[in-house]
């Protein structure tokens, strides 16, 4: 019982940080409006996440978990179908939760830049304590993953006639949705850019050049500039 109460407590504080977060951001968020909103002392919030970093990964690893969670009901209900159709599934999924859930995308954004540094003294020794950054170094590669089995089940049904490696051809979906997610958070999460376009004519041409790379061959080799 004191365990749950805990784990109850901890994740109304995570709840109330989202809030924060998405209302002023990361940078000016501050720990006594957060500790405000859950309705605690700033005394009691610092037992439970020593620092805002520490809930900030707590975040994050709360909106990586619904992403997870997501791609999982998304392979369960494409199983039946081919492996094209469960792989540009789930590059949608992915998609869609970046617009359905802002504060996630920005946070995941930003775990993804700091770890692409494999240098650890330029990582706070806060994010270096932090329980819950270890917890996503341990499953952040899992939606990799598990579009490279949809990948390589396309390909073992001749949906997907592609030769490069599954893994590869995930990282070049990732590339895409990356990008996506970054014009998103630039344009604060609204339907169209600073530049007009639409995010809904951007997510489907995106899904339109996943499908073309994964139906046929390409010679990444060529020259593309010889006439």
Known sequence: MKEEKRINKEEAIITAAEKVFKKVGYKNAKMEE?????????VTLY????????????????????????????IDKYKNESGLISSLALLN??????????VYNEALLNYFSTIRSADENKLT????????FKKMQDIHNLIFKLSAKEILKGKSDGSIINDF???FLSLHAWTMVIGYSKVLAASG??????????????????LQTAK???????DINKNLFDL
């Open 212 to 218: 073309i790379v994964l139906v046929n061959n390409i």
């Open 47 to 74: 037992t439970y996440f020593q620092s805002k970093e520490n809930l900030y990964m707590a975040l994050t690893y709360r909106g990586f978990q619904k992403l997870l969670n997501g791609y999982y009901q998304v």
């Open 165 to 167: 490696d599954p893994m």
């Open 34 to 42: 957060v500790a405000k909103l859950a309705g605690i002392t700033k």
């Open 125 to 132: 020794d806060a994010l270096k304590e932090s329980i819950y």
């Open 189 to 206: 999460n609204e339907e169209t850019t600073i530049f007009h376009i639409k995010m809904n004519d951007l997510k489907n041409l995106i």
């Open 93 to 102: 999924k992915f998609m869609d939760f970046s617009t359905e859930n802002f």
